[in-house]
């Protein structure tokens, strides 16, 4: 017994028994730590380090939330174990931005008439307004979508993007209110057709869109809420042009994003727009002082939108390419009100094959007119369809592009706000150093470097000691 007391005596045994207390004190700190963190609700225990921050919700989604004054629920059908963790983080995180979102887990395995209750399948969001009584459905695959292309030909299919924020802030958005608007799409003068991107921002702001060829009837429905053409490759007849202004005079909203074909070459149109004060300018727009990496026909325009155009852009980096110009002029009616809200340097050039005309364009306005009887009117011309072109919009999907195009059509109507948000990418990203310059050489080698040369120097000094 002696000798056991003794060995604790020695210098070596003392700082044993010291470190391993301390182990222990850190290892019990751990633990009880631990539990306390697996008490904590589950949006507080997740941190987003996602390269895209899935988990990020957006001021657009906040501000509903905040402003939200009816009780929605939300009613999972899956089983809550075998769920997506992305999907089930992402719920919790959006329920805690309102008290009137709830969340309910029903398992369908043990409730299988949940599924016949709700007429839904499972994994599934059944979202529902408790004043309004209307529902919607999300599935999880409308939240986590997959690249089916790539299972036609490899048999896997590969996770493309998160849209959890975009699905649930309209299926809320939906189920709370009580107004729907009408968008007829002009046909029949070689238009464009609206990326899948544009199609889906329109159905999660609850936009119904429909065709509409003014040469089959010439006649605009009643409820039409806003007539838009895209990138029309043909002019207007006559009386496609005497529809669309009597569309106007009665307090009608039309939308005109011009294409590669330049609208002097469209006569009707042109007379239409310049009726409201904006004449075309002739050529494509190049603009050496905002161009895009030296390419002077695809550059960054000035933008001074304001109020309900300004919702959500942020950065108001907007990328256009192939624009033509607009100078705006003096109005037919002195009722009406030309204001430009999307503009090039006072540098940029108007190119044709023939000259090259300096000075300031136009490349965004609108124009309204106070009708007699309290009504008004809204033309609104944008002249780069490339604005919402999907070779843009989803290559640099940083850009505000669409944010700007969804404010535009938002601003069209009195009692809607733009509410869409667009999925975040799920693709990998690489974190790669093309062009190092001495400040990332000294992080990847001369930190490293040096802490390996301190780490030398003391056990050096030990071992001589």
Known sequence: MEKIKNLFKTTGTKQGTYSVGITAIVLAIIVVANLIVGQLPEKYRNIDVSSTNIYEISETSRKLLKELDQDVTLTVLAVKENADERIKTFLSKYASLSDHISVEWIDPVLHPSALSEYEAAENTIVVTGEETGKTTQISFGDIIVSDMYSYYYTGTASEMEFDGEGQLTSAVNYVTG?????????????????????????????????????????????DCDLLLMYAPAKDLTEEEKTAVETYL?????????????????????????????????????????????????????????????ANGLTSEMVLLANAHGLNLTAAARDTITTEAFMETSQNAFAVTEESQSEGSYTLGATATEALDDEKESRLTVISAGSLIDAQITDTFTTLENTTLFMNV????????????????????????????????????FGIPIMVLAAGFVVWFRRRRA
């Open 409 to 444: 059509v938002t601003a069209n109507f009195d009692d809607v706000e733009n509410v869409s948000v667009e999925p975040k990418s799920l693709a990998v990203e690489y974190n790669t150093v093309q062009y190092p310059g001495i400040l990332s050489l000294f992080v990847i």
């Open 249 to 309: 005079s009665g307090g009608g909203n039309v939308m005109i994003l011009l294409g590669d074909t330049n609208a002097t070459e469209l006569p009707n149109l042109s007379a239409l727009m310049k009726t409201y004060g904006l004449e075309a300018a002739d050529g494509y727009i190049a603009d050496p002082q905002r161009a895009y990496q030296g390419n002077y026909y695809y550059f960054f325009p000035m933008l001074s939108a304001s109020g309900d155009l």
């Open 178 to 222: 009580d107004v729907s608007k009408k968008i007829y799409r002009t046909a029949g003068h070689g238009e464009a057709t609206l990326s899948a991107t544009v199609s889906d921002l329109m159905d999660k702001n609850n936009y119904t869109l429909s065709e509409l060829n003014l040469l089959m009837n010439p006649e605009i429905p009643e």
